[in-house]
């Protein structure tokens, strides 16, 4: 994607182009909100004057950048109407749900040139438009005005994992990779880009004990069962993760030990078809005499070939074909 494209496109998209996600029912996809940003970004560049973040490098800098929640302040004492910009701010929020409609932007454009003065010194002196190239006190001065959502967070070495996408670092790992530290890093790099995949992936490497984190191992689980609870929330993308987070919770690990929360989980990724969690559901139901459901989830996974439900069938005369 070039440059002159990546100032202007909204940051669910860009997320979702650099870390590889396929589309499917889950996915943020391309509407009205997205073309919503990209018009809030248009208008601060029409009253600013100047290109959208010409001062960061590329299109990787520019990227990192928004999908960090850096977003363009207007300049400070500007004479621009204090609902121009508000309707700016508004329509390049991070939660595309956040950004108004485009009728109302349409009604607060007309509201606002409607009320406009006289024309005023702006509009008609024959000052030159501003440079385009930046000063280092004025990006100073962009950086104080940032909207703080945690871009720090986003300083990541992309170099170290050769800016591998999410995808091709599953494929790796699913190879059986030995590189599980650059792997790691990339999952974390990810997972720091709010990506549900990159979460549960990066819980998972953490739980193996493929991490670069230095601390106790209880620290450890705490930090996985958040991120695989995060994943597992994710919808019912990610049912790996509902198993693994019902799990840790059932044994207590990073988290208080919740029979009720690890039964929801493991109920969410049952019906999400996996095998491990239909067979632990199954012996749940087992164990509470409601034996019914107990034979629908344990026959639903012998009948898909899951190992440990057939031979419990078999043992009990259980018919699963």
Not at 18 to 32: L, P
Not at 167 to 193: G, P, V
Not at 284 to 296: A, D, H, I, P
Request: include cysteine; charge should be neutral.
């Amino acid at each position: 994607m070039p440059k002159e494209n990546v100032r202007y496109s909204a940051p669910e998209m860009l997320r979702r182009r650099i870390t590889g996600e396929k589309i499917d029912k889950y996915s943020i996809k391309y509407d009205t909100k997205s073309e919503i940003y990209s018009f809030g970004i248009l208008l601060w560049e029409i009253a600013e004057r100047k290109l959208p973040y010409e001062q960061f490098e590329g299109f990787m800098g520019v990227v990192r950048k928004v999908v960090g929640g850096y977003r363009e302040s207007f300049t400070t004492g500007t004479d621009i109407p204090k609902k121009y910009q508000d309707l700016v701010n508004k329509s390049v929020d991070p939660n595309p749900g956040s950004r108004p409609i485009f009728s109302r932007m349409l009604i607060d454009l007309q509201d606002i040139f409607r009320n406009l003065e006289a024309p005023t010194s702006r509009l008609n002196s024959n000052i030159a438009p501003p440079v385009r190239k930046m000063t280092q006190s004025t990006i100073a001065a962009a950086e104080d005005f940032e909207i703080n959502w945690d871009s720090d967070s986003f300083n990541a070495d992309w170099d170290s994992f050769d800016y591998m996408t999410l995808d091709k670092a599953i494929e790796y790992h699913k190879n059986d990779s030995k590189d599980k530290q650059i792997l790691y890093k990339c999952f974390d790099t990810y997972a720091e880009m709010d990506s549900a995949k990159a979460k549960y992936w990066k819980a998972y490497y953490i739980s193996k004990g493929w991490s670069n984190l230095n601390c106790t191992d209880n620290e450890k689980h705490k930090v996985s069962v958040q991120l695989f609870k995060e994943a597992a929330d994710y919808g019912d993308e990610i049912p790996d993760a509902q198993l693994r987070y019902g799990t840790m919770v059932m044994q207590g690990k990073g988290v208080k030990q919740d029979t009720n929360e690890a039964i929801k989980y493991f109920l969410k990724a049952a019906k999400n078809r996996h095998l491990v969690a239909m067979f632990n559901i199954a012996t749940y139901y087992y164990s509470n005499n409601v034996n019914e459901l107990g034979n629908y989830y344990m026959i639903n996974a012998a009948n898909n070939g899951f190992e440990q439900a057939i031979n419990y069938c078999k043992k009990r005369n259980i018919s699963y074909q």
